[in-house]
Nanobody, 129 residues
Framework: EEQLVESGGGLVQTGGSLRLSCAAS????????IGWFRQAPGKDREGVSC????????YYADSVKGRFTISIDNAKNTVYLQMNGLKPMDTGVYYC??????????????????????WGQGTQVTVSS
């Protein structure tokens, strides 16, 4: 059974940076895909980025391309989300999710994780203007 624990959130000013971590256990197979999502108050949960455990292929939502970088350390079973150039619109609770699904570099992967993924408890990110 997958277990995911997010950390690294906090309060930062516009233009600042944060690095989120998702410590994962139970991901015994290389065909896992791990994704980062966020949810702002009153809004739906949206996909931010995802990565293939097998080969590190990545996909980003248009809203974060060029600012966020996802990476994986398989030795530590941890997925990171480096967030630079933060904006108030990036405020929300950030979650990671994982599932054994085929890799597709598109929003379809976000949809599959939303439906079938295992989730962490989330970490709050607040960007002040």
């Amino acid at each position: 059974e997958e277990q995911l624990v997010e950390s690294g959130g906090g309060l930062v000013q516009t233009g600042g940076s944060l690095r989120l971590s998702c410590a994962a256990s139970g991901l015994a197979y290389n065909d896992y895909v791990i994704g980062w999502f966020r949810q702002a108050p009153g809004k739906d949960r949206e996909g931010v980025s995802c990565i293939s455990k097998r080969d590190g292929r990545t996909y980003y939502a248009d809203s974060v391309k060029g600012r966020f970088t996802i990476s994986i350390d398989n030795a530590k079973n941890t997925v990171y989300l480096q967030m630079n150039g933060l904006k108030p619109m990036d405020t929300g609770v950030y979650y990671c999710a994982a599932d054994r699904i085929p890799w597709v570099a598109s929003s379809l992967t976000f949809q599959r994780l939303l439906e079938f993924g295992s989730w962490g408890q989330g970490t709050q990110v607040t960007v002040s203007s």
